[in-house]
Nanobody, 121 residues
Framework: QVEPVESGGGLVETGGSLKLSCTAS????????VGWFRQAPGKEREFVAGIMTTGAMTTYADSVKGRFTISRDGTTVYLQMDSLKPEDTAVYFC????????????????WGQGAQVTVSS
């Protein structure tokens, strides 16, 4: 069983930065692909970024390219968010699966509880 836990959310002004972290118990987490999704009030959950097991490949939603960076270090996956905009306000979820395709598609087996990110205008 893998249980992702997000941390690092909070309130920031437009143009500011935040760094989210995702950790999980179990040795398999370091061998799983990991992704970040977000859900704003009244909107559907959307893909943000994903990273393969080794970190050799990453992928991003067009809306965050050039502003967000996903990385991993051992049993922790990070989402560095720069140049934040009010439209980035959402609950951010970490997900993980042995399949990178499942992570990107939003069908990953394991999901965290989410971390609130609020960007004030």
């Amino acid at each position: 069983q893998v249980e992702p836990v997000e941390s690092g959310g909070g309130l920031v002004e437009t143009g500011g930065s935040l760094k989210l972290s995702c950790t999980a118990s179990g040795r398999t987490f370091s061998r799983f692909a990991v992704g970040w999704f977000r859900q704003a009030p009244g909107k559907e959950r959307e893909f943000v970024a994903g990273i393969m097991t080794t970190g050799a490949m990453t992928t991003y939603a067009d809306s965050v390219k050039g502003r967000f960076t996903i990385s991993r270090d051992g049993t922790t996956v990070y989402l560095q968010m720069d140049s934040l905009k009010p439209e980035d306000t959402a609950v951010y979820f970490c997900c993980t699966d042995s399949s990178f395709r499942a992570v990107v598609a939003g069908t990953a087996e394991y999901w965290g509880q989410g971390a609130q990110v609020t960007v004030s205008s």
